[in-house]
């Protein structure tokens, strides 16, 4: 049996034993999947947070619980607690790049080094926004990475995870912090994502300007980035999206470099 096929019955088994009809949320614990397995009779997956990982990022539910979301929701896995968990019916899970969105070039500076030997496209698309200072550009504020792969814990949420932040300063000396999720390959944008950076920014920098980044590769070198609201309403949505082509330096004419100032808002 594929770990597809193992995942996709243990989180069947896990939200169907708890679900009631009308429901939009359904809690459980990171125990369920072994008690899941268990009853299953299937071998017991070696990392049991891949099977929730798979769900959140990589994979649709099974259409045996997409199916039992209300009309116009989709379901979500967010965590509640350490090893607590909830499935929840919300209008939107994830985050998509526009495919008609017109790309920005920017002159690639990465290192031909840091490309030849990235280990995946997570670590590339990280590089690629540090060493072209894509955080700094789509912000308009001078940003400086602080720490790779933040792992913490969040009040009420457990465990929490971003792959890099970032602490800027505005020309007004504000200052900021942009918690960045990157996503690369077949790996999806999550709105959990985003609602547990959120948490951590008012956890841990709670004087800090909190504003969420996604990164997510279109292309190779084309690379979608999205910035985040949040209101007591209407909850996380996207505030805005720019698509950054990294092209050589010669790849940009005087006529596009031109037609890029004029672009530019009359000074104050």
């Known amino acids: 049996m594929t770990d597809t096929s193992r995942y996709g019955q243990i989180i069947e088994h896990i939200f169907l034993s708890g679900h009631k009809e009308g429901a939009t949320e359904v809690d459980f614990t990171r125990d369920e999947i072994e008690s899941a397995a268990k009853a299953l009779k299937i071998a017991l997956p070696k990392n049991l947070g891949d099977v929730l990982y798979s769900f959140r990022y990589r994979r649709e539910l099974p259409k045996s619980i997409s199916d039992r979301a209300p009309e116009g929701k989709v379901w979500i896995i967010r965590p509640v ?38 280990l995946s496209d997570e670590q590339a698309l990280l590089a690629k926004l540090r060493y072209n200072r894509l955080i700094d550009i789509f912000s308009g504020v001078t940003c400086y990475s602080l720490q790779n792969h933040l792992r913490t814990s969040v009040p009420a949420m457990g465990q929490v995870e971003t792959d890099e932040v970032y602490i800027g300063v505005d020309r007004r000396g504000a200052q900021y912090v942009f918690p960045v999720q990157a996503k690369g390959g077949s790996d999806k944008l999550s709105i959990v994502q985003i609602e547990q950076d959120f948490a951590m920014c008012a956890d841990k920098f709670p004087h800090l300007v909190c504003k969420p980044i996604a990164a997510q ?16 309403e ?18 940009l004419s005087d006529e596009e470099i031109r037609a890029y100032a004029e672009d530019l808002p009359p000074s104050k």
């Open 81 to 118: 607690g350490r090893a607590k968990y909830r499935f929840v019916a919300v209008s939107t899970a994830q985050v998509e790049p526009n495919e008609l969105m017109s790309a920005i070039k920017v002159p690639d500076a990465t290192p031909g080094l840091i490309t030849r030997w990235a």
């Open 217 to 232: 590769f279109v292309g190779d070198d084309l690379i979608a980035l999205f910035d985040f609201e949040e209101n007591p």
């Open 234 to 251: 209407q909850g996380v949505s996207i505030q805005s999206e720019k698509h950054y082509r990294l092209v050589p330096e010669g790849d």
